[in-house]
C-alpha cells in the first residue's frame, strides 16, 4: 500500500464536493497546464520547469500537446470507473469497461516511453520540468484506485522516482493526498441532489 488514509468521512466528503465543484466551474485545461504556464511566468520560477531555450521550451510544449489526447484520454477514467461512478451512481459498471481504458493507457504509456522518456532523467532531459508534473499527476490517478501501472514497467517506476525526489517526497506524497485515499470515497454517503448532478457529467466523460 502506498499510502494509509487518515482522512475522515466527513473529511473526504467535504474534499470530494469542492474537488467536483472545481472540475464543474473551469476546465480541465484551465485547472491544470494552463494555470501552471502562468504560474511559471508570473512568479519568475527556476528556469528547468518552463526553459527560456527555445528547444527545451518547444520539448515541454510538444509534450503537453500529446498528454490530452493520450495520458489524460485514459488515466483518469481509471478513477471514475473503479469508485466515482458506482459512487454516484449506485451502479459498478462492467469489467470490460476497465479493461478498455487499461488497454488504451497501456498503449500511451508505451508511447510515453519510447517517444518522450527514451533513456533520459526526465520528459525533457536531465532537470525535471512542467512536463513531467503533468504526466505523473495523470499517473497517480490509476494508482489510487488500485491500479499500478508502474509496475512491470521499470524504465517508468525510475522516472516516478526521480520525479519524487525532484519534487521532495514529502510534498510529493501530499500533493497526492486526495487521489491516494480516493477508494475511501466508496465507504461515504453522497447527498442525493449531489448524485443526481453529477452522475450524468461522469457518464458523458466515459463517452
Same mark, same amino acid.
Given at each position: ?25 473551469f ?53 471514475? +470507473?473503479?469508485?466515482?461512478?458506482p *459512487?454516484?451512481?449506485? #451502479?459498478?459498471? %462492467?469489467s470490460? @469497461?476497465? =479493461? ?23 520528459i ?28 512491470d ?15 521532495g ?9 486526495? +487521489?491516494?485515499?480516493?477508494?475511501? *470515497?466508496?465507504?461515504? #454517503?453522497?447527498? %442525493?441532489?449531489? @448524485?443526481? =448532478? ?10
Amino acid at each position: 500500500c502506498l499510502f494509509t488514509p487518515v482522512l475522515s468521512s466527513s473529511t473526504l466528503h467535504h474534499r470530494t464536493v469542492m474537488w467536483f465543484s472545481s472540475r464543474l466551474k473551469f476546465s480541465w485545461e484551465l485547472s491544470s497546464t494552463a494555470i501552471l504556464l502562468y504560474l511559471s511566468r508570473k512568479y519568475n520560477t527556476p528556469d528547468h520547469w518552463y526553459p527560456s531555450d527555445i528547444q527545451k521550451r518547444a520539448q515541454v510544449d510538444e509534450y503537453l500537446s500529446w498528454h490530452h489526447a493520450n495520458i489524460r484520454a485514459n488515466a483518469p477514467k481509471t478513477m471514475w +470507473i473503479k469508485v466515482l461512478i458506482p *459512487l454516484f451512481t449506485g #451502479q459498478p459498471l %462492467p469489467s470490460e @469497461k476497465l =479493461q478498455e481504458v487499461m488497454e488504451g493507457l497501456s498503449t500511451s504509456l508505451k508511447q510515453f516511453e519510447e517517444r518522450f522518456l527514451q533513456d533520459k532523467a526526465f520528459i525533457i532531459g536531465s532537470e525535471i520540468s512542467l512536463a513531467d508534473l503533468v504526466a505523473i499527476v495523470e499517473l497517480m490517478q490509476p494508482v489510487g484506485v488500485g491500479c499500478d501501472i508502474f509496475e512491470d514497467r521499470p524504465r517508468l517506476m525510475e522516472w516516478r522516482r526521480r520525479v519524487e525526489d525532484a519534487v521532495g517526497k514529502e510534498l510529493f506524497f501530499q500533493a497526492h493526498e486526495m +487521489i491516494l485515499s480516493v477508494k475511501e *470515497l466508496s465507504n461515504i #454517503q453522497i447527498d %442525493p441532489q449531489l @448524485k443526481e =448532478q453529477l452522475a450524468p457529467v461522469l457518464m458523458k466523460m466515459l463517452k
